[in-house]
Nanobody
Framework: QVQLVESGGGLVQPGGSLRLSCAASGRFFSINGMGWYRQAPGKMRELVAVISSGGSTNYADSVKGRFTVSRDNAKNTVFLQMNSLKPEDTAVYYC???????????????WGQGTQVTVSS
């Protein structure tokens, strides 16, 4: 079984910064893409940022220039540095990982439990 454990959420004022972390643990062969999604009350879950095992990144237009996704492959950990936070960034942030459990190329999708980010004065 694979577990994703997130940390780093909280309450921050507009213009502030937060750094989210997500560490994968368990038995698996490799991790391909890792990333972050978010879900605000009454809205669908949406992509925030993803990063491949090789370091290629993709961001939602709403966070480009403010958020940075990175990963430490040796520690199976993905990070999300969030700067210049806005009230509309308020949401539950979920970590996601595409995992190969064995040498079989099939990738399983895993999610973290979510961490609340609230941007408010």
């Amino acid at each position: 079984q694979v577990q994703l454990v997130e940390s780093g959420g909280g309450l921050v004022q507009p213009g502030g910064s937060l750094r989210l972390s997500c560490a994968a643990s368990g038995r698996f062969f490799s991790i391909n893409g890792m990333g972050w999604y978010r879900q605000a009350p009454g809205k669908m879950r949406e992509l925030v940022a993803v990063i491949s095992s090789g370091g290629s990144t993709n961001y939602a237009d709403s966070v480009k220039g403010r958020f940075t996704v990175s990963r430490d492959n040796a520690k199976n950990t993905v990070f999300l540095q969030m700067n210049s936070l806005k009230p509309e960034d308020t949401a539950v942030y979920y970590c996601n990982a595409e995992v190969r459990l064995t040498t079989d190329p099939y990738k399983y999708n895993y999610w973290g439990q979510g961490t609340q980010v609230t941007v408010s004065s």
